[in-house]
């Protein structure tokens, strides 16, 4: 296996930069150097063309080098850089919370900014438990995940979150606990959404029965788990947690830093599968991944009920945000890639093509019987992979990096491979990645 490309980096170079979520040992030996991107597809140093299978970090919807997007960025940089994030504003980011509200379910209409998807998650569980507190409840302080979860890289993040390798080396978190997964035997190699798992839901009575709802601020959920292995909601599951979060006085919170703006054949995970809940988070789609940005929609009531109990009105409602909040060059690529989403009809792109998309990925069945299962909804796809020599992403690496070898992009995560390709994709470019991952798969069986 050889990617070897011509950089002219050094040593020092190479050394000084610890990279995040990468094999460092392994990439600095044999570094895998991106230098451009356009439409579906990155070039290497080597100037070989990649495609992008996973739409960058599930970022880049729209493809790469937006002229929209770009001109949009280009002209706000010369037009006004930066502005303070507390205490004044820009028109931008006003015209972008009602932008974002648009996609938003009804009544999610008051939008948060922050820098990324982990601030987003951050930001809705500090107001989740601050708005109890306002309402008189200040013991509602727990949380509950899920396990195979992902909510992010900060410490409420990997507290809520449930992927035991991002766990590992952290010591103590936030308290919360975890709903059990709904990746169930029986499910495997399902289209869409899958018959069995609904009951998973029940477990939640379970926690609040030993910790009790007078304790409990929030559960948080990804709709369709991304990082942690693809993994689509049950029919009825997400249903069945709002009706108990309802029944408790707990909040629902949505993590949708994957699901949002288009990914799902939807404006949100909570509009493709039926369930609104008290708060989405998001981030990537919303510039299309061109620059840093995250943003979080509580109801309105949740809003409301800071306004009411705030105070004099100089006084801040909430002490909470960040420098880079609303930062005007995110807000300008955020309206370009909201816009262009419109203007492209690309939902709608997503959502026609999801059932080709659907046969192309489950075609993979016969490739080998090491694909153990195939999961589908919209644009995104998860091939689990049987684990060899009991590392089970040993086997999804090096499939990953013979992909890469072959032109394109993919992506690995513990036993599975993720794909989530751009919403301007064509079926001719599907079918060859497609068949390029059969073959691969075919080698390493
Ligand atoms: C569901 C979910 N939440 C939160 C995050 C964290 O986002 P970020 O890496 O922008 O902090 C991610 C990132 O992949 C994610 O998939």
Redo the contacts with the bound molecule.
Sequence with gaps: MSHIAKSNLTQAQLDAHWMSYTGNRQFKKDPRIIVSAEGNYYTDLDGRKIFDGLSG??TCGLGHSVPAINEAVAQQVKTLDYSPAFQFGHEKSFQLAEQISQFMPEGLNRIFFTG??????DTALKIARAYWRKKGMGTKTKFIGRAKG????GIS?FSVGGIPANRTLYGQGLESYHLPHTQVAGNEFTKGMPDQGKEKAEELLNLIALHDASNIAAVIV?PMS??GGVIIPPKGYLQRLREICDQHNILLIF?E??TAFGRMGAKTGSEAFGVTPDAI?M??QVTNGVIPM?AVAFKQEIYDTFMDTGGPEYMLEVPHGYTYSAHPIACAAGLASLGEIKKQGLIQRVNDMSPAWENSVHQLKGASDIVTDIRNYGFAAGITIAPVDNEPSKRPFQIAMEMWDKGYYVRYGADTIQLAPPFITEQSEIDSMINALGDTIKKHS
């Design positions: 970090l599930w990324s998807g982990s601030e987003s998650v992902y909510h992010g890289a993040g990804e991304g990082s993590d830093v994957i988070t981030a990537k995250g």
